[in-house]
């Protein structure tokens, strides 16, 4: 098995079920070395909501929309309660790890360039 153990990076792994969460359902996984359970990683670990709903306010706010604008935008179509701190923090926090912010970090570093 190609996955290895986050603990102690033994690649002596064996599949140990599935965890069910309200937002997904995961891989779980068990460490024959060290005896310890972990679910697969992904980036979104120990997160409330869905990660597709997250990367899209992400993308969103990034695109710009206002904070106040992304939040009304999850909770008219999607039905998400959220605060704008949280997409704030969301966007601090995944900004570096999706492609998008990159672009756009680019774009911006232009503009100031320009003026």
Same mark, same amino acid.
């Given at each position: 098995?190609?996955?290895?153990?986050?603990?102690?990076?033994?690649?002596?792994?064996?599949?140990? +079920?599935? #965890?069910?969460?309200?937002?997904?359902?995961?891989?779980? %996984? $068990?460490?024959?070395?060290?005896?310890?359970? %972990?679910? *697969?990683? &992904? +980036?979104? *670990?120990?997160?409330?909501? &869905?990660?597709?709903?997250?990367?899209?306010?992400?993308?969103?706010?990034?695109? +710009?929309?206002? =904070? %106040?604008? /992304?939040?009304?935008? $999850?909770?008219?179509?999607? +039905?998400?309660?959220?605060? #704008?701190?949280?997409?704030?923090?969301? /966007?601090?926090?995944?900004? $570096?790890?999706?492609?998008? /912010?990159?672009? %756009?970090?680019?774009?911006?570093? *232009?503009?100031?360039? /320009? =003026?």
């Amino acid at each position: 098995m190609s996955q290895k153990c986050i603990y102690c990076k033994s690649k002596n792994v064996v599949k140990n +079920g599935t #965890r069910k969460r309200k937002v997904r359902t995961k891989k779980s %996984f $068990l460490c024959r070395s060290c005896d310890r359970q %972990f679910v *697969e990683p &992904d +980036g979104f *670990e120990r997160m409330r909501h &869905d990660p597709k709903v997250i990367s899209r306010a992400v993308h969103q706010h990034i695109d +710009g929309f206002s =904070l %106040f604008k /992304t939040q009304y935008h $999850l909770w008219q179509h999607d +039905g998400i309660k959220v605060t #704008r701190r949280t997409i704030s923090q969301w /966007t601090k926090k995944y900004s $570096l790890f999706l492609k998008s /912010t990159a672009s %756009f970090s680019k774009t911006k570093a *232009e503009r100031k360039a /320009t =003026l």
